[in-house]
């Protein structure tokens, strides 16, 4: 099983400024990575695909990098819907699909 | 634009059978290219994969789980479910159902979620 280990785990950020997440895989999953964002009592949401393909309907300030075993999810500017858990999620290893553990990002 | 529920019992008691359907709606399971899962997040935890069901009933599961996992669908009703049997208290958690490409499985729809219960 490939595990997904994500850092930090809780990230204080000020409205406003930018937002780095991290997601290292455990051995290589090519560029088969997505990004989902969780608010409180939601379903996770969609945010980026093949690692750093946006969603239909995500803003731009939400991008995606990285190959292999190192990924970031970047948010350029928080807003204030922002703030929640990111989870990333690779789909290289196949039947064997895994999530990383989460990242909260909180208001500062 | 395509939307899941979940429907079942919120408390199940410990070594009972957990069930759950998913309805639906906005597409046809029928329709193919689609796999069809099951997730599930213990209390504040982290997200992890039950299984899966296709439409023409083909099914995976996670290892981890595969000994008491069932996934079954109902075209006719577009609906899929779930039953997990022998539950514990471990097995409190929100079930989601979710739709992945059966080429990609990231999943690009979800439901809203069920938190279910087991306790006596």
């Known amino acids: 099983e490939i595990v997904m280990t994500q850092s930090p785990a809780t990230l204080s950020v000020s409205p406003g400024e930018r937002a780095t997440l991290s997601c290292r895989a455990s051995q290589s999953v090519s560029s088969n990575l997505a990004w989902y964002q969780q608010k409180p009592g939601q379903a996770p949401r969609l945010l980026i695909y093949?690692?750093?393909t946006r969603a239909t309907g995500i803003p731009a300030r939400f991008s995606g990098s990285g190959s292999g075993t190192e990924f970031t999810l970047t948010i350029s500017s928080l807003q204030s819907e922002d703030f929640a858990v990111y989870y990333c999620?690779?789909?290289?290893?196949?039947?064997?699909?895994?999530f990383g553990q989460g990242t909260k990002v909180e208001i500062k | 634009q395509v939307q899941l529920q979940e429907s079942g019992p919120g408390l199940v008691k410990p070594s009972q059978t957990l069930s759950l359907t998913c309805t639906v709606s906005g597409g046809s399971i029928s329709s193919g290219g689609y796999y069809w899962s099951w997730i599930r997040q213990h209390p504040g935890k982290g997200l992890e994969w039950i299984g899966y069901i296709y439409y023409s009933g083909s099914t995976y599961y996670n290892p981890s789980l595969k000994s008491r996992v069932t996934i079954s669908v109902d075209t006719s009703k577009n609906q899929f479910s779930l039953k997990l049997s022998s539950v514990t208290a471990a097995d409190t958690a929100v079930y989601y159902c979710?739709?992945?490409?059966?080429?990609?499985?990231?999943?690009?729809?979800w439901g809203q979620g069920t938190l279910v219960t087991v306790s006596s």
């Open positions: 979710a739709r992945s490409s059966q080429y990609y499985v990231y999943f690009d729809y």
């Open positions: 093949g690692a750093s």
């Open positions: 999620q690779q789909y290289n290893n196949w039947l064997t699909w895994t």
